[in-house]
């Protein structure tokens, strides 16, 4: 067994992690190690990725700030035993569900929001009782580094862990007895860490991606969708895995948006944003190569500019595009938007329908019934109407994918019981026994036909 592995699984084995104190205090720690390490934080993510200090800041420590607190507020609730109805058949009895930690955990973190998808499932982790082994994305090794040093400042290695290194390191990991996995990444790695833990039937969550979709319908306010679509898609240079990946846009609408986004992008990141400091870069070389590949097809819009010493790439609004068309294939996870143009809602329903599952979808539209339409005949992840990215920022919804987009939710009250396994309890009565039950009972026939039918 790796040392780290058995270390946490003694220590949690001998009770240390079970009460409402001790993992309260713990998440008062993960908050206090964010504000004391809030500048490197910020510095690390500005070298690997050029994040600027406003988008760091909101998107990854404001985010993980504002996730503490709800646990904070609602973790003895989420932790008392839910009691359950009791059935004729258990008259006597107490029935109740306990809310039991799963025990050594491990959480395989991406690269694209590296410091808030590392630490926001540790925050579930921890409220639900488990130890920790959190494996960092070694595409960002600044902000890796800055996670391992902070976290050995404030936490023992037999609770939470730090461990670095690149998929070698993983598949290690995964072959060890640990009792619940975590990932958030691609599709295809997706698939191989399921792959992996099947093997020892660790239960994981699955936080993918997908081609999430974008629809403008006629009757939209096309002003507020494309400032809201232009923040979605090109924050992070679009290397977020619910950013908008594709716009279906109505052909009576069409002209107007892409004038409006156009204007958004330039108010967002200036007419040369390729000189902007504050603009996001593409995380490598094979990435940036690859999304600028995507710049060969369709008809350029808007942006279309790269640096390749900077690796930045523009916003860039393309069309013209087809399903046939390898933007239109693959997850583009950068800042390219393709515009596909329609002509009925319904088709454009049964075009995604038959796609795989996306993580996310946007429907952009004043009409109730238009709107019910599309959250009821497409399924997805999760979204929102009339915004984008939005739904994630709130605790209270259970963020998670469905198909090839993910397995699981996490977020709130869903971290809390996606760490937690559910105890299923009965607690018999003495003071008298139910002789139906046993063979033998004359009545016992008759009893149970007419408690159970």
């Not at 999430?212 to 319908?217: G, K, L, N, Q, Y």
């Not at 846009?249 to 156009?262: G, N, R, T």
């Not at 097809?297 to 790439?313: A, C, F, P, Y």
């Not at 046993?438 to 016992?444: A, D, E, H, I, M």
Request: proline share 5%.
């Amino acid at each position: 067994m790796h040392p780290v592995v058995k270390l946490q699984k003694d220590w949690y084995n001998e009770g240390h992690t079970k009460s409402y104190e001790f993992r309260k205090e713990q998440l008062k720690k993960i908050k206090k190690m964010l504000v004391t390490f809030e500048k490197p934080i910020l510095q690390a993510l500005k070298f690997d990725l050029s994040k600027s200090e406003y988008e760091a800041y909101t998107a990854e420590i404001a985010f993980l700030k504002t996730e503490i607190d709800d646990h904070l507020k609602h973790l003895k609730d989420w932790m008392a035993p839910e009691s359950v109805k009791t059935p004729l058949t258990h008259t006597g009895s107490k029935n109740y569900i306990i809310k039991e930690p799963y025990g050594t955990t491990l959480i395989i973190a991406p690269w694209n929001y590296p410091l808030q998808l590392a630490i926001a499932p540790v925050i579930g982790a921890v409220a639900s009782g488990n130890t920790v082994i959190i494996k960092p994305s070694e595409l960002t090794p600044t902000v890796s580094w800055v996670i391992k040093r902070m976290i050995e400042q404030y936490f023992p290695a037999h609770y939470i862990s730090v461990i670095e290194g690149d998929k070698e390191v993983t598949q290690e990991l995964l072959d060890q007895p640990l009792d619940y996995v975590f990932f958030t990444g691609s599709v295809s790695v997706g698939k191989k860490i399921m792959e992996q833990a099947s093997k020892r039937l660790i239960p994981v969550t699955l936080e993918l991606g997908g081609k999430s979709p974008a629809i403008v319908h006629r009757d939209a306010n096309i002003d507020l969708s494309a400032k809201r679509i232009a923040w979605g898609k090109f924050i992070n240079a679009g290397q977020t895995c619910i950013a908008p990946d594709y716009l279906y846009v109505h052909h009576e609408v069409k002209a107007d948006f892409v004038k409006a986004i156009k204007k958004y992008i330039y108010e967002f990141y200036g007419e040369e944003s390729l000189l902007n400091e504050d603009y996001v870069k593409i995380v490598n070389r094979s990435h940036f190569d690859r999304i600028s590949s995507y710049l060969d097809e369709g008809n350029i819009l808007v942006g279309g500019r790269v640096d390749s010493k900077q690796l930045r790439i523009e916003p860039t609004v393309v069309d013209q595009v087809t399903w046939t068309d390898q933007v239109m294939q693959d997850e583009i996870f950068g800042p390219v938007l393709p515009i596909l143009t329609y002509d009925e809602l319904d088709e454009v329903i049964k075009q995604i329908s038959n796609k795989p599952k996306p993580l996310a979808l946007y429907y952009f539209g004043e009409s109730e019934i238009d709107q019910q339409k599309v959250t009821e005949r497409i399924s997805f992840g999760g979204g929102c109407i009339n915004d984008t990215l939005y739904h994630i920022l709130n605790p209270h919804l259970p963020f998670g994918g469905v198909g090839e987009s993910g397995i699981g939710h996490y977020h709130g009250k869903a971290s809390f019981e996606t760490f937690s396994h559910d105890k299923s309890i009965t607690k018999q009565t003495t003071k008298f026994d139910q002789k139906f039950r046993y063979p033998g009972s004359k009545l016992g026939l008759k009893a149970v036909k007419t408690l159970l039918g």
